[in-house]
């Protein structure tokens, strides 16, 4: 079973910052666009951001200039950095492996901005 293994998340305080990451395979990694998806209590799940394997990057509105993300394909990994965080940015976020075929998640880890 493929596994997308990710870290980062956890609490912070309004306009601070956190960095998650999120590790695949090598031969899915390399054919993948890669994105970050976020469930918030009570809503739909929805797109924050993803990042083609050739490095092309789209933004959901309420995190462009805030959120970047970002690829490493010497590691395998994709990077989702966070800042200026805001009470609204607080949901569950995973990891997303799109290739020509299938899809991939990560668990998912939480993050909350709260004071």
């Known amino acids: 079973q493929v596994q997308l293994v990710e870290s980062g998340g956890g609490l912070v305080q309004p306009g601070g910052s956190l960095r998650l990451s999120c590790v695949a395979p090598g031969n899915i990694f390399s054919i993948a666009r890669m994105g970050w998806y976020r469930q918030a209590p009570g809503k739909q799940r929805e797109l924050v951001a993803f990042i083609t394997n050739i490095g092309s990057t789209n933004y959901t509105d309420s995190v462009k200039g805030r959120f970047t993300i970002s690829r490493n394909d010497a590691k395998n990994m994709v990077a989702l950095q966070m800042n200026s965080l805001k009470p609204e940015d607080t949901a569950v976020y995973s990891c997303?492996?799109?290739?020509?075929?299938?899809?991939?998640w990560g668990q998912g880890t939480q993050v909350t901005v709260s004071s």
């Open positions: 997303n492996a799109r290739t020509p075929s299938k899809a991939y």
